[in-house]
């Protein structure tokens, strides 16, 4: 079983930036997905950005060029840089992890931009 931790989530006026980690504890091998997604108020939860083992990442249009996500495979740790924040980029943020079509989420770490 994989378990996530998430820290970094906090308060930053708009346009600064903010960065959240995510460590995955538990055996780590074969492929895998790590990243974000995230669920603002009265929202579904969505993609921010993921990344795979391989190095291939995704982005969401509204935060590509914006965001950029970045992994330490010998650390299990994945980490988002977000910079030009919004404030409808406002949610509680969830770390991803999936392996072997199996589903794993941290338990969500708020993000406000506010002025």
């Known amino acids: 079983q994989v378990h996530l931790v998430e820290s970094g989530g906090g308060l930053v006026q708009p346009g600064g930036s903010l960065r959240l980690s995510c460590a995955a504890s538990g055996e780590m091998f074969g492929f895998d997905v790590m990243g974000w997604h995230r669920q603002g108020p009265g929202k579904q939860r969505s993609l921010v950005a993921t990344i795979s083992s391989g190095g291939a990442a995704v982005y969401e249009d509204s935060v590509e060029g914006r965001f950029i996500i970045s992994r330490d495979s010998a650390k299990n740790t994945v980490r988002l840089q977000m910079n030009s924040l919004k404030p409808e980029d406002t949610a509680v943020y969830y770390c991803?992890?999936?392996?072997?079509?199996?589903?794993?989420w941290g338990q969500g770490t708020q993000v406000t931009v506010f002025s």
């Open positions: 991803y992890f999936e392996r072997w079509g199996e589903h794993y």
